[in-house]
């Protein structure tokens, strides 16, 4: 069983930088991809990224490539976003989520999600 909470949102300065966190407190974590997607106030959920079950690939999303990087260390089941050079357009309430599909995009491909944490950012 995979139980995900997210930390580590909350109000910045544009071009100011964040990190997420989620930590999972079942025992699988090393098992799953996982995925940090976003959800604006009015707008769909989108990706924002993934990481390999070993943490040696990535992917992510067109608008945060060079400013976010997502990481993981499976000893203490966590998953890490760090986010630089924030804009307003960042701002949502961002959710972890764990799949058995590798390097998966789209939300239906994940089985397990966490709260959310939300990032706001201000201009």
């Known amino acids: 069983q995979v139980q995900l909470v997210e930390s580590g949102g909350g109000l910045v300065q544009a071009g100011g930088s964040l990190r997420l966190s989620c930590q999972d407190s079942?025992?699988?974590?090393?098992?799953?991809?996982m995925g940090w997607f976003r959800q604006a106030l009015g707008k769909e959920r989108e990706f924002v990224a993934a990481?390999?079950?070993?943490?040696?690939?990535?992917y992510y999303e067109d608008s945060v490539k060079g400013r976010f990087t997502i990481s993981r260390d499976n000893a203490k089941n966590t998953l890490y976003l760090q986010m630089n050079s924030l804009k307003p357009e960042d701002t949502a309430d961002y959710v972890c989520a764990a799949s058995k599909t590798y390097l998966a995009q789209h939300p239906q491909a994940y089985e397990y999600w966490g709260q959310g944490t939300q990032v706001t950012v201000s201009s």
């Open positions: 990481i390999s079950r070993i943490g040696n690939s990535a």
């Open positions: 079942g025992r699988t974590f090393s098992q799953y991809t």
